[in-house]
């Protein structure tokens, strides 16, 4: 009796914290993860240097500026998963989108037009310097736009296809951009990308002279002592306008459009919902995230250049969506940046670590992509709906099992009751 009390007594503390936490209001409760993970993400370039260096396997926590392009990379997964998981239209050409908003950036914010000199709110860049150069926070909204209107031009033609079809034409389109950029350095004499040399230096964010004294924001980020930290915050404030942006549009009319869409576009279509219009909206939509994020790792890496832009960076972007869960804005986050992680320093972490713990001795970031595919053939075995399914198509996965078994059911009692079987 004493022990039950014990036990009873021990589990008293947990009770009252389930209690309060069951008592607060249900949309705190659903914000309130949210909240600790953008807080713990946040203060991450405080604490990275003091997490320990030696942990088994993955040895160590990606610095600050790998951050960086893991975030955008997320930040592009969850452009493409409005065009895949919410609207179902399998887009194998992302990469063009990401290229046109790298290039925006360069022809935006860099003294590629030697010929012209047009200086407006940049920062850190003596205003003798020629060339086109417009504030990097202007630039980022105009390569957004730029990319959509390039996602209207590239799907209206399109579109009116379906499935394989689509996805051939849009890989189409993402092999001809690249090709376009390596080769458009002299079309009738205007060196319009520089070629295979790409766009460099790209101008950086930054607040201005005003800001600095006034506040402490710095000038220029490139110049800055912090450089990589306000990198970081800054890709950090995109990815949560993505997120925001992507949250609301699925509660929206349209996106509720996109789902019927996936689910069936001919009863959709005779419901009355405008087909060519709604996915229309979704590819520009997609682009929009998908060039600001270009724009915004052009200027990070102060440079846009025609190597960046493969074709198996569509397909990586596209393994991100399916290893979270198509459909699933929190499910790409994470997927994304777990395939993001690999890809930038975390096969080289995993390889290094087999190399010291075993006799082998294996370049594992060679295999990179045969890594890659191993997981999506083990996710689509073990898990087809993803890391973090959405609620809508899990349910709809796990009722065309159930209606696949009754099937085989009904059919093995009709073929057990023909006597012509016999």
Not at 12 to 37: K, Q, S
């Amino acid at each position: 009796m004493r022990e039950r009390l014990r036990g009873v007594s021990k589990l008293e503390p947990l009770d009252g914290v389930f209690g309060a936490w069951r008592r607060l209001p249900h949309g705190l409760r659903a914000a309130l993860p949210a909240i600790v993970v953008i807080a713990l993400a946040a203060t991450y370039p405080y604490y990275v240097s003091s997490l320990p260096t030696d942990v088994p396997v993955i040895l160590a926590f990606p610095d600050v500026g790998a951050c960086v392009t893991i975030i955008i990379f997320v930040m592009m997964a969850v452009g493409l998963n409005i065009v895949v998981g919410y609207a179902g239209l399998l887009d194998l050409g992302y990469v063009a989108f990401y290229a046109i908003g790298a290039y925006t950036a360069g022809w935006l914010a860099s003294g590629q037009f030697q010929q012209v000199h047009f200086h407006f709110g940049s920062v850190g860049i003596g205003k003798e310097q020629n060339g086109i150069h417009i504030s990097i926070w202007l630039v980022l909204l105009c390569a957004g736009l730029l990319t959509a209107v390039g996602g209207i031009i590239i799907g209206l033609p399109t579109l009116r296809l379906r499935g394989d079809y689509l996805a051939i034409v849009t890989l189409g389109f993402g092999e001809i951009i690249p090709q376009f950029v390596r080769n458009a350095d002299s079309i009738k004499g205007f060196d319009l990308t520089h070629g295979t040399f790409g766009i460099s230096p790209i101008d950086s964010p930054g607040f201005g002279e005003h800001l600095n004294k006034a506040v402490g924001l710095p000038v220029n980020y490139q110049s800055s002592f912090d450089r990589e930290r306000f990198f970081f915050w800054t890709a950090l404030a995109l990815l949560l306008l993505a997120v925001f942006c992507s949250l609301r549009l699925r509660e929206s009319r349209l996106g509720r459009a996109w789902i019927a869409i996936r689910e069936d576009e001919t009863a959709a279509g005779a419901m009355g919902i405008p087909l060519m219009r709604t996915k229309t909206w979704a590819y520009a939509i997609g682009a929009f995230f998908g060039g600001m994020a270009g724009a915004y790792i052009a200027s990070f890496n102060s440079g846009a250049f025609p190597s960046q832009f493969q074709f198996n960076i569509s397909v990586f972007l596209l393994c991100m969506v399916i290893l979270g869960g198509m459909g699933s804005l929190w499910g790409v986050v994470v997927g994304g940046t777990i395939l993001a992680w690999l890809n930038v320093e975390g096969l080289a972490n995993i390889g290094s670590w087999v190399n010291a713990h075993t006799p082998l001795n294996v370049e594992v970031a060679k295999y990179q992509f045969g890594i890659y595919g191993i997981i999506i053939v083990l996710m689509m075995l073990f898990r087809p709906v993803g890391l973090i399914p959405e609620r809508r198509r899990k349910r709809e996965i796990e009722e065309g099992a159930g209606a696949s078994d009754r099937d085989k059911s009904v059919y093995a009692v009709l073929e057990a009751e023909d006597p012509r079987e016999k």
